[in-house]
């Protein structure tokens, strides 16, 4: 026998709701619990949308913190991967960019080169 199973329909569900809220917030979603479960006025309702939340999120079988872990670093890597993609795709057009603006400045090295060889050979 458990120690929800010993306590009072409502304090169970109140508890049960609030380990959702802990395993979504282990999984690294950030909420704000009171407009998330606006309208959800029964506590079975809001244990089913913390259920699907934590099911959209990838949480499968039974709720447990070592899946929240690991579904949470899943989710970081994901964030970093994009970031780097995002970093690539700015070098890439920050090189361009130094490319066509390098084309100008080594034309005008050639000639200050130019210019100043036939100064030196004119000594």
């Known amino acids: 026998m458990s120690v929800l199973e010993d306590e009072p329909e409502p304090v169970r569900k109140h508890k049960k709701k609030s380990d959702g809220e802990l395993f979504v917030v282990a999984c690294g979603v950030r909420k704000v619990w009171s407009k998330e479960l606006k309208g959800l006025d029964k506590p079975s309702e809001q244990i089913r949308h913390l259920?699907?939340?934590?099911?959209?999120?990838?949480?499968?079988?039974?709720?447990s913190?070592?899946?929240a872990?690991?579904?949470r670093q899943k989710r970081e890597f994901q964030q970093e991967l994009k970031d780097v993609k995002?970093?690539?795709?700015?070098?890439?057009?920050?090189?361009?960019?130094v490319d066509v603006k390098r084309q100008p400045r080594l034309a005008i090295t050639q000639s200050i080169n130019a210019f100043l060889g036939d100064v030196?050979?004119?000594?």
Do not use: P, V, Y
């Not at 259920?51 to 709720?63: E, I, S, V, Y």
């Not at 995002?86 to 960019?97: I, P, V």
């Not at 030196?120 to 000594?123: F, L, P, T, V």
């Open 86 to 97: 995002a970093d690539e795709e700015d070098d890439d057009n920050l090189w361009s960019d």
């Open 65 to 67: 913190l070592e899946q």
């Open 120 to 123: 030196e050979e004119g000594d």
């Open 69 to 71: 872990k690991a579904i």
């Open 51 to 63: 259920r699907k939340m934590l099911m959209d999120l990838g949480m499968k079988g039974r709720m």
